[in-house]
């Protein structure tokens, strides 16, 4: 899949990920670089969902690092096992082992246990692995400093063993809601790349990808109204994963076509704060929806939908 970008896009699309040539050119780039790539973007535009097709394609396990304020080392990298330790000193008194040789493989590999940063580095398998590190952002910077060494040398010092190499350099996906503004020095030991919302036709094609059973009139007006929401000045503006959440919605509901009630009442499925709602409601619904269909039914057809993307994409 990494002969060439076009092929990338093609693995992608079997994963049911679509993806435009600037991302396209960002993992063929990881790939042949063996660099890291830094993911930013609004939350629900599939960031995440890069890691996941990542491994899925290349066969690697994905090994996810959930970030979080006040994440240290201990819960990214490893700990020991106190409580195994403690039985084997409690077992080796037991044996009447020589005092001097009571707990003298304590701090062996043995009872270490290995959190995603070390799973990652010490991973064995056939296929390199995918690490993804979720929502960097939200970390200190102090455990940011602490990703400088891991991501330059992909190798972890551990002070009662040693130094630990990787043997398959893991693929690293790093993400981020641009929270806050992550240190320069992280971001240069990686290729950056910015995920936009979708198209209109980018996100008709995801919307068909993922809900293979959607009416195709259906999924057209949704995916027009999802670009009328974006209009709006939202809080936080709904990004794909509403979009497929809100036809899986319609879908459940038997729904074939938007209508005002059943919008109004659906709005949870694309606004998670109330005042985002509120102000939602307060739209003129009757006139978004109506635009929506006038723009679904001036729309081409699937075929020069998908030939304009591709051209406008890449």
């Keep these: 899949m990494f002969e060439s970008i076009e092929k990338v896009q093609d693995a992608c699309a079997r994963g049911e990920y679509i993806t435009d040539r600037a991302l396209a050119t960002t993992i063929y780039l990881a790939h042949n670089l063996n660099k890291p790539i830094f993911l930013e973007g609004e ?3 599939g960031k995440t969902e890069v890691a996941k097709v990542l491994a899925n394609i290349t066969g690697g396990k994905l090994i996810r690092l959930q970030c979080y304020e006040g994440l240290d080392t201990n819960s990214a990298l490893y700990e020991w096992n106190y409580t ?3 039985l084997q000193l409690r077992i ?5 082992v020589d005092k001097d040789q009571i707990g003298a493989n304590l701090f062996s590999e043995t009872f270490l246990l290995k959190r995603p940063l070390l799973e990652a580095i010490q991973s064995d398998g056939g296929a390199p692995p995918v690490l993804l590190i979720d929502e960097v952002d939200r970390s200190d910077s102090e455990f940011e400093a602490f990703l400088l060494e891991i991501l330059s040398d992909f190798q972890i010092t551990i002070p009662e063993i040693g130094t630990i190499r990787a043997k398959h350099i893991p693929y690293v996906v790093l993400t981020s809601n ?3 503004e992550v240190h ?8 950056y790349q910015w995920i936009d919302y979708p198209s209109l036709q980018k996100e008709l094609s995801i919307v068909k990808t993922k809900l293979p059973h959607i009416n195709n009139h259906l999924a057209r007006q949704l995916c027009n109204m999802m670009q009328i929401w974006r209009e709006g000045d939202y809080y936080k503006k709904p990004g794909v994963a509403e979009t497929l ?4 919605a319609l879908i459940a509901l038997g729904k074939d076509a938007l209508d005002p009630d059943i919008v109004d009442e659906t709005l949870g499925c694309l606004f998670k704060y109330q005042d985002d709602v509120q102000r939602a409601q307060g739209a003129d619904l009757h006139e978004f929806i109506a635009r929506a269909k006038r723009l679904s039914d001036s729309s081409p057809d699937e075929e020069s939908e998908k030939a304009d993307w591709v051209y406008s994409d890449g």
Excluded: F, N
């Design 43 to 45: 939350p629900g535009v």
């Design 84 to 86: 195994k330790q403690i």
């Design 92 to 96: 080796d008194e037991a044996q009447g």
């Design 178 to 180: 641009r929270t806050r």
């Design 184 to 191: 320069e020095a992280l971001k240069r030991r990686c290729l």
């Design 245 to 248: 959440d809100w036809g899986l």
